[in-house]
T-cell receptor
Framework: QKEVEQDPGPLSVPEGAIVSLNCTYS??????FMWYRQYSRKGPELLMY????GNKEDGRFTAQVDKSSKYISLFIRDSQPSDSATYLC??????????FGTGTSLTVIP | DTEVTQTPKHLVMGMTNKKSLKCEQH?????MYWYKQKAKKPPELMFV???????INESVPSRFSPECPNSSLLNLHLHALQPEDSALYLC????????????FGPGTRLTVT
């Protein structure tokens, strides 16, 4: 079983939709969680960083962590064509070594 | 400023060549990372330097040799690579210690011929 599971998609939504991206994990010791956005042939861009459980909001993005269910989510409100990218979740026990999901490919259709 | 820079952007090298990838950050971060990413795959951790000391080596072949000359710079020396080593090589940095966001550079796209 992989440490981190992420549905690869592809996911296609109309502009303005709410997008929900999810990862599950098996290691209950994970306590640092991140979401990255990666455009084609570019480096990953950090979107959200969360420690332990709870919610975090930044503009149109909301990250949720449910440690009891070993499940994290990223919500994108009012999705835009510029949000079209691959979204990677990453998590860590120590904050030193991160384990990545396989990425979800998102397309927002104008 | 959360910028990590990498040079070169693109590199084509033969299997007998020796080349180096460079990474630089000026955020005062004390941990730096090398990742390898193949198309449509997540980044795979290769090396971690913490406070300029190699702390993690993920069983990477010896044809990849990392170097951390100081806290701002990270190099990856390449020698006798194989075509399957062609990938996007990403550098990242974080504050170091516990609980820190990791920022990536734009990557070097390496092609081994």
């Amino acid at each position: 079983q992989k440490e981190v599971e992420q549905d690869p998609g592809p996911l296609s939504v109309p502009e303005g939709a709410i997008v929900s991206l999810n990862c599950t994990y098996s290691n209950s010791a994970f306590q640092y969680f991140m979401w990255y956005r990666q455009y084609s042939r570019k480096g990953p861009e950090l979107l959200m960083y969360t420690y332990s459980s709870g919610n975090k909001e930044d503009g149109r993005f909301t990250a949720q962590v449910d440690k009891s269910s070993k499940y994290i989510s990223l919500f994108i409100r009012d999705s835009q064509p510029s949000d079209s990218a691959t979204y990677l979740c990453a998590m860590s026990v120590t904050g030193n070594q991160f384990y990545f999901g396989t990425g979800t490919s998102l397309t927002v259709i104008p | 400023d959360t910028e990590v820079t990498q040079t070169p952007k693109h590199l084509v090298m033969g299997m007998t060549n020796k080349k180096s990838l460079k990474c630089e950050q000026h955020m005062g971060h004390r941990a730096m990372y090398w990742y390898k990413q193949k198309a449509k795959k997540p980044p795979e951790l290769m090396f971690v330097y913490s406070y300029e000391k190699l702390s993690i080596n993920e069983s990477v072949p010896s044809r990849f040799s990392p170097e951390c000359p100081n806290s701002s710079l990270l190099n990856l020396h390449l020698h006798a690579l194989q075509p399957e080593d062609s990938a996007l090589y990403l550098c990242a940095s974080s504050q170091g210690g516990l609980a820190n966001e990791q920022y990536f550079g734009p990557g070097t796209r390496l092609t081994v011929t």
